[in-house]
């Protein structure tokens, strides 16, 4: 069974900084890309960030680019994403997402709210 499974949200202060986490288990992890989407209240869920399986290929939406950094340790079945420069519209559930053999796979989500 897939599952993922994601933790590190918080209330953090304007300007602060913090560390979103996703585990996977249930698939050979390393094999696929892997992808942190957003949902703020009243809007739709967005993407944030995504990472290649093996090539390290790295995409940033471009509100985040600078502040935030995505990184996996395939020996861990484990991405991160560092959030820096927190920002109040920064405020929102973190998804992560993995597509394996064509399924679409979420966790339930991490709340990161971000205060002024």
């Known amino acids: 069974e897939v599952q993922l499974v994601e933790s590190g949200g918080g209330l953090v202060q304007a300007g602060g900084s913090l560390r979103l986490s996703c585990v996977f288990s249930?698939?050979?992890?390393?094999?696929?890309?892997i992808g942190w989407f957003r949902q703020a209240p009243g809007k739709e869920r967005e993407g944030v960030s995504c990472?290649?399986?093996?090539?390290?290929?790295?995409y940033y939406e471009d509100s985040v680019k600078g502040r935030f950094t995505i990184s996996r340790d395939n020996a861990k079945n484990t991405v991160y994403l560092q959030m820096n420069s927190l920002k109040r519209e920064d405020t929102a559930v973190y998804y992560c997402?993995?597509?394996?053999?064509?399924?679409?796979?979420w966790g339930k989500g991490t709340l990161v709210t971000v205060s002024s």
């Open positions: 249930g698939f050979r992890f390393d094999d696929y890309p």
């Open positions: 990472i290649s399986s093996s090539d390290g290929r790295i």
């Open positions: 997402n993995a597509v394996v053999a064509l399924r679409d796979y």
